[in-house]
């Protein structure tokens, strides 16, 4: 889209734009495309040497059963952070929406863990959870449970989903907040009038009426969950213990910068490009269509 | 609220006071444990109440650093994080406006290249790109160093498309105005777009504030230098320093110093910061 008045064609649109695209091609399209050219290639974790070979790096990964569980685990964490966030936010905005008195307040209280860095909050839960001195290890330990994530694959998981989790919650309370109150109050009431309580009125009114909010946010949370807990799961577990919470992103970081495999973390990389390239246009296709009621 | 039901009105304030509770729940163990000393930190139960070292800790974390980064004093850290978030969300700003400018007010041959280029930027996080990028930031010497640390994670689609939606909306008779008074294209980007954009500049730069502060992963690796730490890497520093016995009071104090300069900007500026979440991510 352009202005229907507009300037002439000049040097000058072409400074304004410069910067913007030096940028984008130095470090982004450059970058990118220099994943998809190593994930093709094998090179010996000095640099010395590397051979062309096609698609094997694919190939192996795609056999590796080691990846294929990695898959499925970040298939599984990002399911629960994701389903776990959503519905409690989607009960607190609902009850902050029903009171009266006290939106504003609940609002500033719920929002600001938004603010807290990812390993912030991890290294926060790790303290809490830590098996010697954290406070609920203690209380668990009081109630005959033994936590300990460091050996226990479960425990470990549960604790990251936990971090991500919490960390969540306020950026969905926010657009189910503000979704909420998008929705007029003759509505509401008019539904009152015929006798539907709170409880119904949520789910057959206002639930469906914030089915597009309900949906952005899935999208946003499972990219939230795939590639913004790198730094939850590199401070509270680095994906131990034996790989129980090791994550996609977590494994392209770790294969390419620690194990020097560069073929196969650009290969990788590229899996994951494509996983967010598709997640972007799921979203904006369904943006434009909007549901409707 | 419409009719009058104490029972949903007291289920909805439980449910939240509740809420409220398990969010801040992490944040008092953070305070407390900042305030208390090596002593009473390994013995359990932890405490649920705070102690009176708060002051001596904070002096210790800014004064003499802590764990790995002993050398390296909360406060730098803190100033590296504050001049890297300021560099970032600054330099967002700047250069997505005057690509949003120039896309809307132009005809210019490669116009739509342009504008698919930039949004192609949208779509590659920096987890996924991340040793290819290394590797263009170390060949240019960038390592080490704020710009090195902020220019790659300079260009912003989001931006870019957030500011070209302002723009659209700016009707066009204020062009033309501007042009019978003879003003020229940086002109009238100086004196009427980005007064008339004010309050959506300010929005953006709560939101890249943040970002620019929490940024983790990127810092981590580019920065060897200790003198470079930001403070949010630096907590995973501290805690690496120190496997076998954290010194779980400072690194609790280096947490909370960590996330007030966010924390205050979000509530301070709710109102923007809202604005800005909500418009540039829809």
Known sequence: MIKRTHFKSSPLPYLLVAPQILITVAFFIWPASQAVYQS?????????????????????????????????????????????????????????????????????????????????????????????????????????????????????????????????????????????????????????????????????????????????????????????????????????????????????????????????????????????????????????????Y | MIEKRPLATWFSHTVLILGVAVVAFPIWITFVGASHDAIRMPQVPLPLLPGDQFFINLKAAFVEGVGNAKEQSVGIMMFNSLIMALMIAGGKIAISLLSAFAIVYFRFPFRMIFFWMIFITLMLPVEVRILPTFEVVANLGMLNNYWGLTVPLIASATATFMFRQVFLTVPDELLEAARIDGAGPMRFFKDILLPVSRTNIAALFVILFIYGWNQYLWPLLITTDKSMYTIVMGIKQMLEAAEEAPEWHLIMMTTLLAMIPPVLVVIGMQKLFIKGLTETEK
Do not use: C
């Open chain 1, 40 to 292: 093709m290639l094998l090179e010996d974790p000095f640099g010395l040497k590397s051979e062309f070979i096609w698609f094997e790096n694919y190939v192996l990964l795609f056999s590796d059963e080691i990846y294929f569980s990695t898959f499925l685990r970040t298939v599984v964490f990002s399911s629960l952070v994701a389903f776990l966030s959503l519905s409690i936010a989607l009960l607190l905005a609902a009850t902050a929406d029903h009171v009266v008195r006290g939106t504003r307040t609940y609002r500033t209280l719920l929002i600001w863990p938004y603010a807290v860095a990812p390993v912030v909050a991890g290294t926060i839960w790790m303290f809490i959870f830590d098996p010697t001195l954290g406070i609920v290890s203690y209380f668990l330990h009081g109630i005959g449970y033994e936590w300990n994530h460091r050996l226990n694959g479960n425990q470990a998981m549960a604790l990251i989903v936990l971090a991500a989790t919490w960390k969540q919650i306020s950026y969905n309370f926010l657009f189910f907040l503000a979704g909420m109150q998008a929705i007029p109050k003759s509505l509401i009431e008019a539904a009152a009038i015929d006798g539907a309580g709170p409880a119904r009125r949520f789910w057959t009114i206002i639930f469906p009426l914030i089915s597009p909010t309900t949906f952005f946010l899935m999208v946003m949370n499972i990219v939230y969950a795939f590639f913004e807990t790198l730094g939850i799961v590199h401070a509270v577990t680095k994906g131990g213990p034996a790989k129980a919470t090791e994550i996609l992103v977590y494994k392209v970081f770790n294969d390419g910068f620690i194990g020097l495999d560069l073929g196969g973390s650009a290969a990788q990389s590229v899996i994951l490009m494509l996983i967010v390239i598709t997640l972007t246009v799921i979203q904006f296709r369904y943006i434009e269509r909007k549901v409707e």
